[in-house]
């Protein structure tokens, strides 16, 4: 079923990941959550809390998905290899269907600008920052993108270290 997704989306020329696609929508929410009791509490508004509770609920409508098209594009892309990025997106999706579960609880049984509301929202940003980063991290890896260099004596070094790379260890260096 996972591959009869992607061929068909290949079809219509779209060879990317799924999962990116969807990730703003979660992710936005918490921020948005976490703006909105900040403000709320600073100027004593409770409709802006009331939004907060708003974004939280539709954070946790799109986690879900969002989680989903993350399992499935790791089973297409990583053929389900549990990198270390990965395995940390799993267990902080979790988490973050947790918070966002315990937030929408207490969001609407208790207090608008109870403690424990406020620090499930600080948690849940926490949460998609890190899941921000390990995604990050299988894209980009732990390196800047190179500088590209067209012409001049840095690209004919470039060339050559490239090509002693090919040769065979013994004859790497003149043996």
């Known amino acids: 079923m996972i591959e009869f997704i992607y061929q068909t989306l290949t079809k219509f020329g779209y060879t990317h990941p799924i999962h990116p696609t969807l990730t703003h929508v979660p992710i936005g929410m918490v ?17 802006l809390a009331l939004s907060a509770r708003h974004c939280t609920v539709l954070a946790l409508i799109a986690a879900i998905p969002t989680a989903l098209l993350g399992i499935m594009d790791w089973q297409h892309f990583y053929a389900g290899a549990l990198l270390f990025p990965i395995k940390m997106k799993l267990v902080l999706a979790g988490i973050l269907v947790i918070f966002l579960i315990l937030a929408v609880i207490f969001g609407f049984f208790g207090e608008t600008f109870s403690k424990i509301v406020i620090s499930l929202y600080l948690l849940c940003l926490v949460t998609v920052i890190g899941l921000g980063y390990f995604g990050g991290e299988l894209v980009y890896g732990t390196k800047a993108p190179a500088a590209e260099v067209s012409e001049g004596p840095a690209t004919e070094g470039a060339m050559i270290f490239t090509e002693l790379l090919r040769l065979p260890p013994d004859r790497q260096y003149g043996n």
Not at 40 to 45: D, M, Q, S, T
């Open 31 to 47: 921020m948005g959550a976490f703006l909105f009791v900040v403000i709320a509490l600073i100027f004593g508004k409770k409709n």
